[in-house]
């Protein structure tokens, strides 16, 4: 009788251990959807919580991660994203956008609420170091019980040829096997177009100017 209650305890143990297994890393794939490259380090071993994925972009539109996942340990502390990325596009990035779903290319749909799929903001262990010279602000968006969708990272540039390290942590994935990663770059005003705005303001305030003058005269 007794030993049956002590296999009955390790059973529970071992299914209450089963229930709390957070996931890792097997692997990813990627959709550029034409607008550059991008590969995981070579460095990465299957089974990790955390890995690196190196990105070019070579035009501004999105580029889909694809991570595939499988159950870890209990220990496992949290998901971790590395990302670096490279601007080839010619153009001086002012903001750069994350947004979670599932999906690749045409097929990709934007994470829901209550999915158990979001990033973790507030975290410690969060690599502020790495956005903080890029990118100083950052904005979490869409949110989703603990956590965020999406995440914007702006106030700095990245210019043509300049890379940038950016850290994300997610929360649970609800025991996925896969979920996607898309991001997106931005650019940042176009000195030509200010210019060209000023010179549109300082014509109307002359042309205002000579109005009232022409209106005044006897
Ligand atoms: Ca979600």
Do not use: C
Not at 52 to 80: H, N, V, W, Y
Not at 83 to 93: F, K, L, P, Q, R
Not at 114 to 142: K, R
Not at 148 to 171: E, H, K, R
């Amino acid at each position: 009788m007794r030993h049956w209650i002590i296999v009955l305890a390790l059973l529970a143990i071992l299914i209450g251990v089963g229930q709390v297994d957070a996931e890792v890393f097997t692997g990813a794939t990627f959709d550029t959807n034409g607008n550059g490259s991008a590969s995981v380090d070579p460095a990465f071993e299957p089974g990790s919580e955390e890995i690196r994925i190196f990105k070019e972009f070579t035009a501004m539109g999105p580029i889909d991660t694809q991570f595939s996942l499988e159950p870890g340990g209990a220990s496992i502390m949290g998901l971790f994203i590395r990302e670096e990325i490279t601007n080839n596009t010619g153009v001086a990035w002012g903001d750069y956008h994350f947004q979670l779903g599932f999906g690749l290319g045409d097929e990709f749909t934007p994470s829901g609420v209550d999915d158990g799929l979001s990033f973790v903001i507030d975290n410690p262990m969060l690599y502020q170091s790495d956005h903080s010279i890029a990118f100083p602000n950052n904005l979490p968006g869409n949110p989703d019980g603990q956590g965020w969708d999406s995440w914007d990272f702006w106030g700095g540039n990245v210019q043509p040829n300049g890379t940038v390290i950016l850290g994300l942590q997610l929360a649970d994935t609800g025991q996925r096997s896969s979920f996607t990663l898309r991001q997106q770059p931005s650019p940042i005003p176009e000195p030509s177009t200010l210019i060209l705005l000023t010179m549109g303001a300082v014509g109307l305030q002359a042309y205002g100017w000579r109005r009232r003058k022409a209106g005044s005269r006897p």
